[in-house]
C-alpha cells in the first residue's frame, strides 16, 4: 500500500521564547514491509536533516531557533509504501539487544493489577501469550479519550480503567515485561479504516519480542498487530522515549500545541 503523511504540529509561545531546542523524530522506519518513497521534515519551513541514528536504529534532527520565537510549525510529509506482514518487525537496520526492552521505566513500572493479569495469561507458547495479553489489556482499560495525559503511568491507567493508545500500549509493554518477556513503545500513524474516525494523532502501539520467533508488532487499542495500514516512525523504552518530537525551552513561556495528521491511501485517489 502506497499512503501519503502529512503530520502538522504547531507550537504557540506567550511570551515569545527567546531560545527553543527540538528533537525530531520523524523519519519513518525502513525495513522488511516498510519502504520511504520520499519524506521531508521542515521546522518554519527550513529542512531538518537527521544528524544522527539512535541505538534503536531512529533518524534523528535536530533544530535550534536562532532568534526570540512565538511560532514554530514542524510539518513532516511524504509517501511510505507498506506490506502486511502480521505484525513481523523484521530487518530493521540496528538491533539492540532485547534485554534492553525488559527493564521498567517510571511510566510502565508493575504493579499487582498488572502482575496478576500477566500471570493470568501466561502460557507456555509465548506468542499466544502476548496476543491474548493484547486482548486483555484492551478489555481492562476501556478506550476513553482524555481520561488520561502523557504523564499517565501504566499502573495508573490500569486503576482507572480507561484510556487512550498510549495507555494500552504500557500496560502491555509493563505485562510483558513484568514476564521478563522485552517490550517496547512505538510511535507512528495509522490509515484509519472507512468506516472509522479519522485519526487527527500520531499512534501509539507495543512490540513484544519472542526468542526463535523475533519482534511482533501488537495494537490493542485495536485489537490487532499492525497492518500495511501502519507506518513506524520511532521505538523506545516508554512514550516519552519514543516521543517524535520533544523540546526544550529557555524562559517561562506559556505552550500552547496543536497537531493534525492526515493519511491516505493514493492508490485510492
Not at 117 to 132: G, I, R, S, Y
Not at 153 to 159: E, G, K, V
Amino acid at each position: 500500500m502506497r499512503l501519503q503523511v502529512r503530520h502538522t504540529s504547531e507550537y504557540l509561545y506567550e511570551p515569545a521564547a527567546s531560545r527553543v531546542s527540538l528533537r525530531l523524530k520523524l523519519f519513518p522506519s525502513v525495513f522488511d514491509g516498510q519502504t520511504v518513497e520520499h519524506w521531508r521534515v521542515t521546522v518554519n519551513g527550513d529542512p531538518a536533516e537527521p544528524v544522527y541514528t539512535t541505538g534503536y536504529g531512529d533518524e534523528v534532527a535536530l533544530w535550534q531557533s536562532s532568534e526570540t520565537v512565538s511560532r514554530i510549525e514542524v510539518l513532516a510529509e511524504g509517501a511510505v509504501h507498506t506490506e502486511d506482514k502480521t505484525g513481523l518487525v523484521r530487518d530493521l537496520p540496528n538491533k539492540p539487544p532485547s534485554f534492553i526492552f525488559r527493564r521498567q521505566t517510571a511510566l510502565t513500572e508493575s504493579d499487582e493489577a498488572i502482575r496478576s493479569l500477566a500471570n493470568d495469561f501466561l502460557k507456555p507458547d509465548l506468542l499466544e501469550t502476548v496476543h491474548d495479553l493484547s486482548k486483555a489489556v484492551a478489555k481492562a482499560v476501556a478506550y476513553r479519550p482524555e481520561a488520561t495525559n502523557s504523564r499517565t503511568t501504566a499502573s495508573q491507567a490500569m486503576a482507572l480503567g480507561a484510556g487512550v493508545c498510549q495507555d494500552h500500549a504500557h500496560v502491555l509493554i509493563s505485562a510483558c515485561r513484568s514476564l521478563s518477556i522485552p517490550a517496547r513503545y512505538v510511535t507512528g500513524y495509522l490509515k484509519a479504516a472507512e468506516e472509522a474516525e479519522e485519526l487527527l494523532e500520531t499512534h501509539a502501539w507495543a512490540e513484544a519480542h519472542i526468542q526463535n520467533f523475533g519482534w511482533i508488532g501488537l495494537d490493542a487499542s485495536n485489537g490487532i498487530s499492525p497492518t500495511d495500514h501502519y507506518i513506524r516512525i520511532a521505538c523506545g523504552l516508554d512514550a516519552d522515549d519514543a516521543t517524535p518530537i520533544k523540546g526544550h525551552v529557555v524562559g517561562g513561556s506559556k505552550i500552547t500545541l496543536s497537531a493534525d495528521v492526515a493519511v491516505s491511501d493514493s492508490q485510492q485517489q
